[in-house]
């Protein structure tokens, strides 16, 4: 039973435009949702996090979108550039409590931003 | 600062054999984790540790040990190593949530 999918595999945009990139999750138990940016040959990154009493959360030009009735959220990159080129993975973790670090990832999303 | 630090980078291993991923951390977290990641599969959880001494299992364990003597240092270990091991491992540590990954260990098994 796979608890967080995401959506698309992969991610073709042109310098410029919206990177969105989607995830859906099944646990209502979870309450921390970090998307995490990978370079080739690196470890993942945390990029942005949201908690689910919020409904947006903006770091420059990444915005974490948060719909909790729906149980998805999604990441957008606004002016999308070169340098963005990584895999994206979401995930989703019950962020107290002793198994706080256990993050359930999506299969993440190959984004390229083609100049 | 170092932050998560695995070792080794890349290794190369018969199916049979046996060998020990090393982690480190120096920011003191009392969590720390071993994901593998395969391509398709995004990250999965083998073991964690929520302080010294406490070990538990992830998502996929089996044919991994591991222990936590020390808060700074967390080894897998590959008791016998079998082709379907062959992936890309990363250790983690946590602090308040925030999930610190190493590098990555590169895996073959032949």
């Known amino acids: 039973q796979q608890q967080v999918k995401q959506s698309p595999q992969s991610l073709i945009v042109q310098k410029g435009g919206i990177s969105i990139i989607n995830c859906a999750y099944e646990n209502t138990a979870f309450d921390y949702f970090p998307w995490y940016q990978q370079f080739p040959g690196k470890g993942p990154a945390l990029l942005i996090a949201i908690r689910p009493d919020v409904s947006e959360k903006k770091e420059g030009r990444f915005t974490i979108s948060f719909n909790k009735s729906a149980k998805q959220f999604s990441l957008h990159i606004m002016d999308s550039q070169p340098g963005d080129s990584a895999t994206y993975f979401c995930?989703?973790?019950?962020?107290?409590?002793?198994?706080?670090?256990?993050?359930?990832f999506g299969k993440g999303t190959k984004l390229s931003v083609k100049p | 600062n170092a932050g998560v630090t695995q070792t080794p980078k890349f290794q190369v291993l018969k199916t049979g054999q046996s060998m020990t991923l090393q982690c480190a951390q120096d920011m003191n977290h009392e969590y720390m984790s071993w994901y593998r990641q395969d391509p398709g599969m995004g990250l999965r959880l083998i073991h964690y540790s929520v302080g010294a001494g406490i070990t538990d299992q992830g998502e996929v364990p089996n044919g991994y040990n591991v222990s936590r003597s020390t808060t700074e240092d967390f080894p897998l270990r590959l008791l016998s190593a079998a082709p379907s091991q062959t992936s890309v491992y990363f250790c983690a540590s946590s602090s308040y949530g925030t999930i610190y990954f190493g590098e990555g260990s590169w895996l073959t098994v032949v």
């Open positions: 995930a989703a973790s019950m962020r107290d409590g002793g198994s706080q670090g256990n993050l359930i």
